[in-house]
Each structure stands twice: as C-alpha cells, then as structure tokens.
C-alpha cells in the first residue's frame, strides 16, 4: 500500500511553460514533505521542501504548494528548461526521525 | 568535500554470492541510511542509524545487514543474494535529528544485479 503517490508516470512540457508535478499521500501523521529531483546514473538531489505548518514555500523557478485537508501537494516550475528533464521524486517523514517514504516518481522531458 | 560515496557503482553476483556495499560520508552526519529503488516503486528503506554504533530495520530489512562503527562509515551487507535483491541501491545521510525539518544527501548508486 503506497502511502506517497505520484499517479502520472510521465509528463511533457514545452520549454519556457509551467511545468505542474502532483503527489498525493495518505498518513496524516506525515509533517515535512521534499521534492527530489534524479537525472539518470546518478543519485537524487535536494530540491525544495515544505512543512506541514505552511501551504507554500518557493525558491526560485521552483515552488512547492501543500494542501493538508485534501493530502496533496504539487510542484511548480516556471518557467521549465530542458534541464529540468528528469525524474522527480515526492518525499514525505515519517515518525519525526530522518525516514523518507518516497513516491515512485514521475519523469519530466522539457521541449525545446 | 565529496559528500556520499559510494562503492562500487557496478555489482554482478551470483545467486547465494555474498558482498557488502561501502558508503562513506564526509560531513560529518549523524543520520545515515540505505535506500533501494525499483521500478514503479520509488525508493525503500533498508536499514538506517541514528549515530556510530545504532542501528535500526528500515521497511525492507530481510536479507540485508548494516553495522555502524563510525561516523563516516555505514556498509551494507548482502548475505546470501538472491535475484530480488537485483536493484540499484542508494546510501544517504542528513544532519538532522529528531524533529528537525532537514534534507537527506544522497550517493551516486550502487547497481546490483544477481543471476
């Protein structure tokens, strides 16, 4: 039973438009959520992350948006770039250590 | 600084072979973890360690093994492999501790395979 989704596999987005990845999760008891982002042969990289006390959080291109009464959160890249084009991982903690349950992700292919 | 380390890149065993993966880290976190990453499954927890010397069973444990002496250091053990153990397999590590909202650093990857 996957507690982290991410229900679209895939998405293709011209460059220099919003790119918008979602990410649905079921434990309530989830507090602090990242987006990580994997280019292939190589491991994931920190992009952004949110709290479960805020509804947003930006950092550059990158925006990170939570909606806790519907447990969905979704990333915005704006505008996207072709290296942007990777997979990109949906994080959530659990029991307040350091554990992450993942997604299993969805791959982004900017076009220029 | 190098970050997480990870040896080797590349691994082919035999079935009931066993090895152990290397991971180092030059940070000097206290929380270190093993991930492995299946298709359409995102990433699992193998085991992880609070700190040199604990060690805990993450959601995939079975067949696999982890001691922590220092720091830097946090090897996984395959005992006897087995082809479900084929896999690309992830070490990460984090300062954090607790409660505290931080991020975990992650290696290159280890690609197992297991005839």
């Known amino acids: 039973d996957q507690q982290v989704k991410q229900n679209s596999p895939s998405l293709s987005v011209q460059e220099g438009r919003i790119s918008i990845l979602n990410c649905d999760y079921t434990?309530?008891?989830?507090?602090?959520f990242l987006w990580y982002k994997k280019y292939p042969a190589e491991g994931p990289t920190f992009l952004i992350s949110?709290?479960?006390?805020?509804d947003k959080n930006e950092d550059g291109r990158f925006t990170v948006f939570l909606n806790k009464s519907a447990k969905h959160l979704s990333l915005h890249i704006v505008p996207s770039q072709p290296g942007d084009s990777a997979v990109y991982f949906c994080?959530?903690?659990?029991?307040?250590?350091?554990?992450?349950?993942f997604g299993p992700g969805t791959r982004l292919s900017v076009l220029p | 600084n190098a970050g997480v380390t990870q040896t080797p890149k590349f691994q082919v065993l035999k079935t009931g072979q066993s090895m152990t993966l290397q991971c180092a880290q030059d940070?000097?976190?206290?929380?270190m973890s093993w991930y492995r990453q299946d298709p359409g499954m995102g990433l699992r927890l193998i085991h992880y360690?609070?700190?040199?010397?604990i060690t805990d069973q993450g959601e995939v444990p079975n067949g696999y093994n982890v001691s922590r002496s220092t720091t830097e250091d946090f090897p996984l053990r395959l005992l006897s492999a087995a082809p479900s153990q084929t896999s690309v397999y992830f070490c990460?590590?984090?300062w954090g501790s607790g409660t505290m909202n931080t991020e975990a650093f992650f290696g290159q990857g280890t690609r197992l395979t297991v005839v």
């Open positions: 994080a959530a903690r659990k029991d307040y250590g350091q554990n992450f349950v």
């Open positions: 940070m000097n976190h206290e929380y």
């Open positions: 949110i709290s479960s006390i805020k």
């Open positions: 434990n309530s008891m989830f507090d602090y």
């Open positions: 990460a590590s984090s």
């Open positions: 360690s609070v700190g040199a010397g």
